[in-house]
């Protein structure tokens, strides 16, 4: 044993004596030389493979003198012999023997401003050094505390970005070595981490991370709150890896801080908020991580829920389709920090950047799976922040809030739910959206199931029927939810909506009747349909067969209030329009409705509108109005007490449009078949004179409808007119003959052909010879008119009228052919009448 110390010793003694050349050129001036010293002792040594214990001897010479090289002017004698050190640090058996002289050196090189390392690829080395150091000598570097956190503050800032890194890896493996020291000073790191947490290069950042872990885990504790927010933004991080970093450590933390506890509820949103990560990799190990952490809660408060382990582990019913059931720890850990939660996300859910907001409803989400029917202790806040968030610009954050939403109505009892949310529909000015309770109360309905739901369905369409709910807003959204209402409950329920099948058909036509988008429109049509397909009703005319009676009593309530702005008068055309034949069969209870809005101190506007659609139905009344024949036994009294005194002349240009209206409603009864010629006789007197009058109107379609009027009029009951009645019209068809509007004149000359046409064998041509005098006369100044289809249409109805009187209209053809601009016409009617005499 001697004899080996001897022979180890005199091998030292070689080496250094080689090496003393080599040492006393390191303090020579010239560079050069200093540099070939250096990389000549790192040949001697280090790439010789020395045995261990040589190195050691050899690096306790060494050491000062290339410690002192560290700090020479030129940049590659103070690389080589970084080099060396580390070699030696890695080799020798007991590297911790340098300390003392290794920690001051690269405490100055690193630590301090003012003798810094200048070289930022140096300056990693060092680090590297110090790294290495770290990782050989372990405990020993307990007495060096102070140093190695002075290095490290510096270092973790150094504008080189590897710089960065290698010391939060130093970091890192500083903290495990000496923790029962490294907790004194921990706090004093956490600064610089923080000012480096958001550097542009991704691998510093999840260096930082991974650092920051560290420091806490290994720190008191008490700084968790200095780093959290700093941790919460790199949730959003572009880099997966950033992401994956934040979740291994704050997974770390939820199961090995010895003060955990008392940060569940900081830490808890970071760690689910991983389970919606975009990338599969990183969902998998938060939810792995959760997992843990659940079960190492349920371990240590095993006796606190022993009840809940033995008797809660089935589902509630109605699960969440797709849905795995956390554990009960993790389901308690989220129920018994709810309340700090809640606040928590109402606040983020309002954050200006779009990406927050999308992490917070994702959150929300999980959170309420995990709470099931707890949320019921926090449902006013979380249903305060719904109605918020559904209003949101990012429909991401709309779609997640709907979800949570469900999750509400698959968990909460509904009854609960109802107090509150047809409350804030009934009264929607409380909030910023007044359509936000309907959104937020479709989602909840969607997700009940249909036995749970069943027994609320009368409550809630009553609320959903009422006027201030379906009749108040036109918004488009707000029409568009209180239709998703309705839709959720016809999907839920099917054919349990029968009991409520009028409400939702009112609310269904008041969206109808409020809606401005066609789209709408339809979309509420066909939720008419639904309603009739899961009743099992064959079409349309069924379901208001079923319920007619029951809506025109709900219209008749309000009638008096009417105006053209008033939703109520477009439900009463949507009524009457799609349930086609069906209307007629309560035109008893119909007619005293038209008969109020339609009375002549009525909005002017309701009532033009009114007349345009009665027009409309009327022209196929046996399809609609007179269905079953009863309209025509309310005919005679529409007309007397409706349309007559609408056509009472009045000045302006709207009371005009009322009469053109109420003219074509006119027509629409003369044509349809409404009136019989037995009650249109009975009429004529009081209706003639207001005929002939709008034959004056300013409008020309006022004045081609009453010409129309008169000839369907005369059609129905011309035969059996009074000649004086008849001497009444043709003097103010003769004045359109001079209409300038070449419709009305047409118009005009067609009628006065039926007028003749008419005169039978109670109209004595003799007796009435001047009128028909005056009639020839007036016909034949327009048989010389300038347009040829004039003068074809008044030779036509001269010969339709010259068996009435042949001899007085040949007289007067005669007197005026020579007058005439062309005898052509006056030839071609003279040939006529004498083809009547032979």
């Given amino acids: 044993m001697a004899a080996m110390v001897v022979e180890e010793e005199h091998a030292v003694s070689e080496v250094l004596r080689g090496l003393a050349r080599h040492l006393n050129c390191l303090n020579e001036d010239n560079k050069a030389t200093r540099k070939r010293a250096l990389e000549a002792i790192k040949r001697e040594t280090i790439d010789k493979k020395l045995s261990s214990s040589i190195l050691q001897e050899v690096f306790a010479t060494l050491l000062s003198p290339l410690l002192k090289c560290l700090a020479d002017p030129m940049e590659r004698c103070r690389e080589t012999a970084i080099s060396t050190i580390t070699e030696f640090i890695r080799f020798v058996p007991h590297p911790e023997e340098s300390l003392p002289y290794l920690i001051p050196t690269l405490t100055q090189r690193l630590g301090d401003r003012e003798l810094q390392e200048p070289s930022e690829e140096l300056r990693l080395s060092a680090m590297e050094l110090l790294t290495l150091t770290v990782e050989v000598c372990g405990k020993h570097l307990a007495p060096y505390l102070n140093d190695m956190i002075t290095i490290l503050q510096r270092t973790i800032v150094d504008p080189f970005p590897d710089v960065k890194r290698e010391s939060c890896k130093c970091t890192v493996k500083f903290s495990s070595s000496v923790p029962e020291h490294f907790h004194m000073q921990a706090e004093s790191l956490v600064k610089p981490l923080m000012q480096t947490i958001a550097h542009q290069h991704s691998r510093v950042r999840v260096s930082v991370i991974e650092a920051t872990g560290a420091v806490i885990q290994h720190g008191t504790g008490k700084n968790v709150d200095d780093v959290l927010s700093h941790l919460a933004q790199r949730l959003f991080d572009d880099s997966p890896q950033v992401r994956r970093a934040i979740t291994l450590v704050v997974g770390d933390w939820l199961l090995h801080l010895r003060d955990r506890y008392s940060y569940f509820a900081k830490l808890i949103p970071l760690l689910l908020s991983g389970i919606n990560d975009e990338i599969p990799e990183i969902r998998l190990q938060a939810v792995d991580l959760w997992r843990q952490v659940g079960s190492q809660w349920e371990k240590e408060n095993e006796d606190d829920i022993k009840d809940k382990l033995d008797f809660l582990l089935t589902p509630p019913s109605h699960y969440p389709t797709g849905e795995e059931r956390p554990g009960l720890g993790c389901r308690e850990l989220v129920v018994r920090n709810l309340s700090k939660l809640v606040p928590a996300i109402s606040n983020d859910l309002t954050d200006w950047l779009a990406s927050t907001r999308i992490r917070t409803s994702q959150l929300l989400y999980v959170l309420l799976l995990h709470a099931e029917d707890h949320c019921t202790q926090h449902l006013q806040p979380v249903l305060a922040l719904l109605y918020r968030a559904c209003s949101d610009a990012e429909k991401d954050v709309v779609r997640n809030c709907l979800k949570a939403a469900q999750l509400l109505g698959t968990f909460v009892p509904l009854e609960i739910l109802l107090n509150l949310l047809l409350d804030r529909v009934t009264d929607p000015t409380t909030s910023s959206?007044?359509?936000?309770?309907?959104?937020?109360?479709?989602?909840?309905?969607?997700?009940?199931?249909?036995?749970?739901?069943?027994?609320?369905?009368?409550?809630?369409?009553?609320?959903?029927?009422?006027?201030?709910v379906c009749q108040e807003y036109q918004q488009v959204m707000y029409l568009e939810q209180l239709l998703a209402c309705v839709d959720v409950l016809l999907q839920q329920c099917e054919a349990d909506v029968g009991p409520v099948s009028l409400q939702l058909l009112q609310v269904l036509v008041a969206v109808q009747s409020l809606s401005t988008e066609p789209q709408l429109s339809e979309k509420a049509l066909e939720s008419v349909r639904l309603l009739c397909k899961v009743q099992g009703l064959p079409s349309l005319m069924e379901l208001y067969r079923q319920h007619m009676a029951q809506l025109l009593d709900w219209l008749y309530a309000s009638i008096n209030s009417w105006s053209s702005y008033t939703p109520q008068r477009l439900q009463l055309h949507i009524i009457m329009v799609q349930s086609g034949p069906v209307v007629g069969e309560f035109v008893g209870?119909?007619?005293?409705?038209?008969?109020?809005?339609?009375?002549?101190?009525?909005?002017?506007?309701?009532?033009?509108?009114?007349?345009?659609?009665?027009?409309?139905?009327?022209?196929?009344?046996?399809?609609?109005?007179?269905?079953?024949?009863?309209f025509q036994n309310e005919s005679e009294k529409f007309v007397s007490d409706v349309l007559l005194p609408n056509l009472i002349w009045q000045a302006g240009r709207t009371a005009g449009a009322v009469r053109t209206a109420a003219l074509s409603c006119l027509l629409a009864v003369l044509h349809g078949g409404t009136i019989s010629p037995a009650q249109l006789l009975g009429l004529e007197q009081k209706l003639s004179p207001q005929v002939l009058s709008a034959l004056e109107e300013d409008s020309p379609m006022a004045r081609t409808l009453a010409c129309r009027s008169l000839a369907t009029m005369l059609g129905l009951i011309g035969s059996e007119l009074h000649p004086e009645a008849l001497n009444k019209i043709y003097p103010e068809l003769l004045k359109r003959l001079d209409d300038s509007s070449e419709g009305v004149r047409q118009v005009a000359l067609q009628t006065i052909g039926l007028w003749l046409s008419n005169l039978n064998k109670n109209y004595n041509a003799e007796v009435f010879s001047s009128h028909l005098e005056f009639l020839f006369q007036q016909l034949l100044l327009h048989l010389d008119d300038p347009d040829s289809s004039v003068q074809d249409q008044v030779l036509g109805v001269l010969k339709q009228g010259s068996t009435v009187h042949p001899a007085l209209l040949k007289k007067e053809v005669v007197a005026v052919r020579d007058k005439q601009r062309s005898p052509l016409y006056c030839d071609q009617l003279l040939q006529h009448l004498g083809s009547l005499t032979n």
Avoid: Y
């Fill in 589 to 630: 209870q119909l007619m005293p409705l038209l008969h109020i809005c339609l009375q002549s101190d009525k909005d002017p506007e309701m009532r033009m509108n009114f007349f345009t659609m009665l027009a409309k139905l009327l022209l196929d009344a046996k399809n609609t109005l007179d269905s079953q024949g009863h």
């Fill in 433 to 468: 959206h007044p359509w936000a309770p309907l959104k937020v109360m479709s989602a909840v309905l969607g997700g009940c199931s249909k036995s749970l739901l069943q027994p609320h369905l009368q409550q809630i369409a009553s609320t959903l029927a009422q006027p201030d």
